[in-house]
């Protein structure tokens, strides 16, 4: 290593330590100004670890259901802007596009009406 290169990794070094000095005070301040604390779940904190463990699994399991149903959904609006594309191309109908929003709308209640009943289950 050359002289330079030490002065530059030397000053780099230094540089490093004067900006963890000036950030640690800020980052103390920050621990101590009253952050939110760790919420419940939905049920509750349960009566043991055990039972607040299979609480947040149950919300895991409804964002879970949550995130279905929106791929679905976004799935249903995708099929159906592609349907309306090829009406101006001629490739489709105004009814096939319609029956497309149909179909569409019932897979929707319907996959929201079995995905609520499973997360009844739990």
Not at 15 to 43: C, F, H, K, N
Not at 50 to 66: E, H, P, R, S
Request: aromatic residues 8%; hydrophobic residues 50%.
């Amino acid at each position: 290593m050359n002289t330079s290169t030490r002065l530059r990794c030397r000053a780099a070094g230094m540089a490093g330590t004067a900006l963890a000095a000036t950030l640690l005070p800020l980052a103390q301040a920050a621990r101590a100004s009253g952050l939110p604390t760790m919420e419940d779940p939905s049920r509750g904190a349960g009566s043991g670890i055990l039972k607040t463990l299979q609480n947040y699994g149950y919300d895991i399991v409804l964002l879970v259901a949550l995130l279905v149903v929106a791929s679905m959904f976004i799935g249903v609006c995708y099929h159906a802007y592609t349907r309306y594309s090829e009406i101006h191309t001629g490739r489709a109908t105004w009814g096939q596009f319609g029956l497309t929003v149909a179909v569409g709308a019932m897979l929707l209640v319907v996959g929201i009406w079995l995905l609520t009943k499973a997360t009844a289950i739990l």
